[in-house]
Nanobody, 117 residues
Framework: QVQLVESGGGLVQVGGSLRLSCAAS????????MGWYRQAPGKQRELVAS???????NYEDSVKGRFTISRSSAENKVYLQMDSLKPEDTAVYYC???????????WGQGTQVTVSS
């Protein structure tokens, strides 16, 4: 079992920045990729960014050049630095970990990010 706890969401103006953090606990040795997803009202949950155990990142096209994902094995944390935020970035952001040989999904509780224009 893996437990994930997010922090760092909030309200920010257009063009501003926020940094999301996700702390993992439990069977952390079994975690493979970690990532951030988001879900806006009336829309499906979508991948924002992911990072492999070795630190290789992957980004959804709309956030490339604005968001940066990073991972600290020492702290068992994953971060999402969000810069140049836009109103369309408004959503609940969820931390995700894929664990074990079957890459089971674990989710955090979600943190709200609201970008006001």
């Amino acid at each position: 079992q893996v437990q994930l706890v997010e922090s760092g969401g909030g309200l920010v103006q257009v063009g501003g920045s926020l940094r999301l953090s996700c702390a993992a606990s439990g069977s952390i040795f079994s975690i493979n990729d970690m990532g951030w997803y988001r879900q806006a009202p009336g829309k499906q949950r979508e991948l924002v960014a992911s990072i492999t155990r070795g630190g290789r990142p992957n980004y959804e096209d709309s956030v490339k050049g604005r968001f940066t994902i990073s991972r600290s094995s020492a702290e068992n944390k994953v971060y999402l630095q969000m810069d140049s935020l836009k109103p369309e970035d408004t959503a609940v952001y969820y931390c995700n970990a894929k664990s074990g040989q079957y890459w089971r999904d674990y989710w955090g509780q979600g943190t709200q990010v609201t970008v006001s224009s």
